[in-house]
């Protein structure tokens, strides 16, 4: 019998899931304060964790951990170096969100074409023709994603699964990723291009799809935002200071560029003097980008799945972090 410690909560259904593998207990710890962790984790074989901080001094008190299964990609709250140390894979849900996060970046493109907000105040305040007339004569505001381009840096996981929605709109799909190679590039129908300049300078669209880094922080400033079109939006939902946030906001208000959508920011929440925050050219969400029911359930059930899979030796390597860094 394995036990499983899951700090925090995830999907019911994934507590269901454990109940039909009789090998395995489980206990729910809803306390994360670290004494309280390192009290609770010490006979544990395996944790399930969601956001709250695995600390080395939490880690190196586990006696009988196996493995650590983080739920979602990001694994910044976990000491990976005590991990690395005691020779304890890390997992992540390399499979649950890439979808719902290229669907994100639907939402925000329809929130610039088609102006649905803006429409039904329209309606509301019962001024019909306010937005589809000027004078008398017609106008149209909305436009389209067909035949629009859209750039696409990070062609990972998320990347590609935004490529497949844009290819089904019959969109020009041009992706910047030096890692990516000529098999995907062909596999995904996408143009590379080898200098994120020229793509800015083309798109669209563009959307940022890389994790953060020392090489990706700042990647998007006011050097290349300068080349981008005048109609076209850029939106990250990868994470803050990727894109500065102060260029950003200069280029919105020159109208170098028309628009941006955050799901991301620097700083979480958000300062209030953030000037993005009084900027009506930017749409935001609170980093929901992945979260919706479906995704929390896949989520839920995979990280108990990876458990499962590394006792039962059946784990997909590509969903082990530190798989270079410890022996298999
Ligand atoms: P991934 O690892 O599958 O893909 C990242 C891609 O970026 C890789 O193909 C890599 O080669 C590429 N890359 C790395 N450095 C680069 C650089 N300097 N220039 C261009 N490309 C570079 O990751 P993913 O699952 O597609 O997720 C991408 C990011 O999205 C994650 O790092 C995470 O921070 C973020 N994310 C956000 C949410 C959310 O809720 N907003 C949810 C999931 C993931």
């Known amino acids: 019998?394995?036990?499983?410690?899951?700090i925090e909560s995830i999907h019911?259904?994934?507590?269901?899931?454990?109940?039909?593998?009789?090998?395995?207990?489980?206990?729910?710890?809803?306390?994360?304060d670290e004494k309280n962790l390192q009290t609770k984790l010490k006979d544990?074989?395996?944790?399930?964790?969601?956001?709250?901080?695995?600390?080395?001094?939490?880690?190196?008190?586990?006696?009988?951990?196996?493995?650590?299964s983080r739920h979602g990609v990001g694994f910044d709250n976990v000491d990976l170096d005590t991990l690395n140390k005691k020779n304890i894979p890390l997992t992540i849900t390399i499979k649950a969100n890439a979808l719902t996060?290229?669907?994100?970046?639907?939402?925000?493109?329809?929130?610039?074409?088609?102006?649905?907000?803006?429409?039904?105040?329209?309606?509301?305040?019962?001024?019909?023709?306010?937005?589809?007339?000027i004078d008398n004569n017609i106008i149209a505001i909305n436009s389209e994603l067909y035949n629009k381009s859209i750039f696409i840096i990070g062609f990972g996981r998320i990347g590609k699964e935004l490529s497949i929605r844009c290819q089904?709109?019959?969109?020009?799909?041009?992706?910047?990723?030096?890692?990516?190679?000529?098999?995907?590039?062909?596999?995904?129908?996408?143009?590379?291009?080898?200098?994120?300049?020229?793509?800015?300078?083309i798109a669209d669209y563009v959307s940022v799809h890389v994790p953060l880094t020392n090489e990706t922080q700042n990647l998007i400033n006011i050097n290349n935002l300068k080349k981008m079109k005048s109609n076209a939006f850029i939106i990250n939902t990868s994470r803050g200071g990727i894109?500065?946030?102060?260029?950003?906001?200069?280029?919105?208000?020159?109208?170098?560029?028309?628009?941006?959508?955050?799901?991301?920011?620097?700083?979480?929440?958000?300062?209030?003097d953030n000037p993005l925050i009084k900027n009506p050219k930017v749409i935001f969400s609170?980093?929901?980008?992945?979260?919706?029911?479906?995704?929390?359930?896949?989520?839920?059930?995979?990280?108990?799945?990876?458990?499962?899979?590394?006792?039962d030796k059946s784990l997909d390597k590509k969903a082990i972090v530190n798989r270079a860094k410890i022996e298999l």
């Open 44 to 68: 544990t074989d395996a944790i399930a964790i969601v956001t709250s901080k695995l600390s080395a001094k939490i880690l190196e008190n586990c006696k009988k951990l196996k493995i650590v």
């Open 12 to 32: 019911p259904k994934a507590l269901e899931y454990i109940d039909q593998h009789p090998e395995f207990s489980y206990e729910v710890i809803e306390d994360i």
């Open 243 to 272: 894109i500065n946030e102060t260029d950003l906001n200069f280029v919105l208000k020159e109208k170098i560029i028309a628009g941006a959508g955050l799901d991301v920011l620097s700083d979480e929440p958000p300062k209030s």
């Open 101 to 133: 996060v290229a669907e994100h970046v639907f939402a925000m493109m329809f929130y610039f074409n088609k102006n649905l907000y803006a429409f039904d105040k329209s309606v509301r305040e019962n001024k019909w023709d306010k937005l589809k007339k």
């Open 168 to 201: 089904a709109f019959k969109m020009d799909i041009l992706i910047f990723d030096p890692f990516v190679n000529d098999e995907d590039v062909a596999k995904y129908k996408v143009k590379k291009i080898n200098n994120i300049d020229e793509g800015l300078s």
């Open 286 to 311: 609170p980093h929901i980008a992945s979260h919706t029911k479906e995704c929390w359930e896949r989520h839920g059930k995979e990280t108990v799945q990876n458990i499962f899979d590394f006792f």
């Open 1 to 6: 019998m394995f036990h499983i410690s899951i």
